[in-house]
């Protein structure tokens, strides 16, 4: 059996190296296509989950616009389908890189199997394009893999047989359970920022990037982030998007803060150490919805929706939104006491077997219990 692994983006890279590892271990013949859609991004990752790119995409940057680099990975996926015979094409999330792949596999009637398959927030502008992109896949797909039962029953309502649906959990809990076997005690962090956060301040986490809160929700967001910082008792370390619209609001309310941490993107590793620090985290973020739960995180969803309303129901997040007195409000009040407030309840998304699962459906290596991933 040969597959191809469509992936581009730092998120991809994390939640389908477990289900390259999952595969090889069948004996399956895999290859690796790389969009370079998040370069800067994506620093170390390949190397640290071991996985050997076989196809680059090309000039995929160079495009100014969604549409054109779109259009411009589908093109080079079709290349490769043409030029190769593959009895799947995997994808991922919703990331412009999945749907090109997605859309070159159903066009030149090569299966598509769906990792994550099912999220939605029914708005179509957000998040802005990543709603788009799911249900585009979604049309696109053959084999879908719902990490929630949320996720498979809002596939049943849009008319996907249940047969072509499997309920296995989400690989991000596949990913981070390694990544953390890696850094543990005694871990030295890769970027040597992080050595300067001091330890005697209650570390609050955030990551700021999503288009549609560029403007005024992201001010306030930062406004409330400022206010914090001033609290004392509290650092602020915050990851910079490479997004330059991103990086000048963020220099403009923070830049000169004291008790807060302006960091470069950080490598997947570094990431986790901090989570692990982390009292809560104020994110924007759909992957730390679902990374969070494994750490006991209760975290702030600058968001007004979100397509895992799971966290929410399980009691690890709360949407805020941009609203400046709900964040500033709600990190006081988890970081209140001289503990961190944990949850001791399972992760809404998996235990951690999810990559198996989707090998064994591909591969028809093994039997797959729909019930195996959930926490629940």
């Known amino acids: 059996m040969r597959i191809l692994i469509a992936f581009g983006t730092r998120p991809e890279i994390i939640k389908l190296a477990p289900v390259c590892t999952a595969l090889r271990a069948t004996g399956a013949d895999i290859d690796v296509f790389w969009s370079g859609q998040h370069l800067e991004l994506a620093a170390g990752l390949l190397d640290f989950f071991g996985i050997t790119v076989t196809h680059n995409g090309s000039q995929i940057l160079d495009e100014p616009g969604l549409a054109g680099k779109f259009g411009r990975m589908c093109g080079q996926f079709e290349q490769l389908l043409r030029a190769q015979s593959y009895d799947w094409i995997v994808v991922q999330g919703d990331t412009a890189t999945a749907a090109a792949a997605a859309t070159a596999g159903f066009m030149n009637r090569v299966p598509v199997a769906h990792v994550e398959a099912g999220l939605r927030t029914g708005d179509m502008r957000s998040p802005f394009p990543e709603e788009f992109n799911r249900r585009l896949i979604g049309l696109a797909t053959s084999l879908h893999f719902p990490p929630t039962r949320q996720a498979f029953d809002n596939l049943l309502r849009e008319g996907v047989p249940s047969h072509d649906i499997v309920l296995v959990g989400n690989t991000v809990v596949d990913a981070l359970q390694y990544a953390r076997a890696k850094v543990g005690a005694g871990y030295q962090p890769i970027d040597p920022e992080l050595a300067q956060i001091p330890a005697d301040k209650k570390l609050v986490l955030a990551t700021l990037h999503r288009r549609e809160n560029i403007g005024a929700p992201m001010r306030s967001v930062l406004k409330a982030l400022r206010t914090l910082a001033k609290d004392g008792d509290k650092v602020i370390a915050l990851p910079v998007h490479l997004n330059p619209q991103v990086r000048e609001e963020v220099l403009r309310y923070l830049g000169d803060a004291a008790n807060v941490r302006l960091l470069k993107p950080l490598q997947y590793p570094d990431f986790v150490w901090l989570m692990n620090r982390a ?82 459906r591909l591969t028809h290596s093994g039997a797959v219990d729909h019930d195996a991933s959930l926490a629940a």
């Open 279 to 360: 009292w809560t985290v104020v994110t924007d973020s759909g992957g730390v919805q679902e990374e969070a739960p494994t750490f006991g995180l209760q975290i702030l969803i600058t968001r007004e929706s979100t397509e895992r309303p799971e966290v929410v129901q399980a009691g690890f997040g709360t949407l805020v939104g941009g609203n400046y007195k709900a964040i500033v409000n709600g990190v006081r009040r988890l970081a209140a006491g001289d503990e961190r407030q944990l949850l001791d309840a399972p992760n809404p998304f998996g235990n951690g077997n999810a990559a198996e699962m989707i090998a064994a």
